[in-house]
């Protein structure tokens, strides 16, 4: 049985289907596709998906965007059955100190998705390098699974701003009503990556977030400065916007503005407006919705 493997296995030139599925430019895209197909099908094949999987994973070392791409592309068509056979791999780090090898399969398991991965992934969230620590919670995020979540908070308090911000933007995809203050404390942090992050996670969780952002409103510009754009996010939910139209900044006030797309909220913004540049500003966005909406 061995022997009769090995021989069938000697008519299949990974290197070439590799080659074409990966590396060829888009005028020779039949043969590209029909490489890609091959590759998907022997790795579904019980026969020889160890073989091909195997092979696929020893190229992630690649220092060449465009196959590292398609990599993801056929590891994601494969789907769930390829997780054991990366995760088996994934210690792996490449052959220098860039760590593609262990930087790819961090990004293939997230493009997969799914929770299987969930501990071997969470091993690399204290690693040396920054982008293996921020690939590792990106991975986790996109399992989009609630066991993820202690190994996400970790990271948030990371050293580096990177790092911190995928973290919070792991935790966008799986917070809870306990996470708003959090979240919240993320408003000011010193990363504007970070900032942006927190800004996604409590516009995902809705109408919740809105009370507490107003216990903390009007005690730090910077936190304010957010917070109006998660409202002005929110603006389609019933709630007391004085404060907002109020606010002593024009930087807070532009900041609601900006992603308040509710005319009616805008037009009664324009009624008190002082500052003549966000007026005029008010005025054209209104126009545009206004138009839009015809």
């Not at 493009?111 to 091993?123: F, K, N, P, R």
Request: hydrophobic share 40%; with cysteine; net charge negative.
């Amino acid at each position: 049985m061995i022997l009769l493997f090995f021989l069938l296995t000697q008519d299949i030139d990974y290197e070439y289907l590799y080659y074409s599925a990966t590396v060829l430019e888009v005028q020779f895209k039949d043969e590209k596709d029909s490489a890609f197909a091959k590759l998907i099908e022997l790795a579904r094949d019980s026969l020889y998906a160890d073989t091909t999987m195997n092979f696929l994973i020893s190229k992630f070392d690649s220092k060449h965007g465009r196959e590292r791409h398609g990599l993801k592309d056929i590891f994601v068509e494969i789907g769930e059955p390829a997780v054991e056979h990366i995760i088996a791999h994934i210690a792996y780090r490449g052959s220098d100190e860039e760590s593609r090898a262990l930087k790819q399969s961090l990004w293939v398991l997230g493009e997969i998705g799914g929770e299987t991965y969930i501990d071997a992934v969470s091993a690399w969230i204290t690693d040396e390098q920054w982008q293996v620590r921020s690939g590792a919670y990106a991975t986790l995020g996109k399992s989009e699974s609630p066991k993820a979540r202690p190994y996400v908070l970790h990271g948030l308090d990371d050293t580096d701003p990177s790092v911190r911000k995928s973290a919070f933007y792991a935790l966008t995809e799986i917070a809870t009503d306990n996470d708003i203050e959090v979240l919240i404390h993320g408003l000011d942090d010193p990363s504007y990556g970070v900032r942006y992050a927190a800004v996604t996670g409590l516009v995902n969780l809705g109408g919740i977030v809105i009370e507490p952002l107003f216990r903390v409103f009007g005690n730090n510009d910077i936190t304010d400065f957010f917070a109006a754009r998660v409202l002005g996010e929110l603006d389609s939910l019933d709630f007391d916007r004085s404060l907002l139209y109020a606010h002593p900044r024009a930087e807070v006030r532009f900041a609601y503005y900006d992603a308040c797309t509710d005319t009616h909220h805008l037009k009664e913004a324009l009624e008190t407006e002082k500052n003549e540049r966000l007026k005029a500003y008010l005025q054209r966005k209104i126009v545009h919705l206004d138009l839009n909406d015809i």
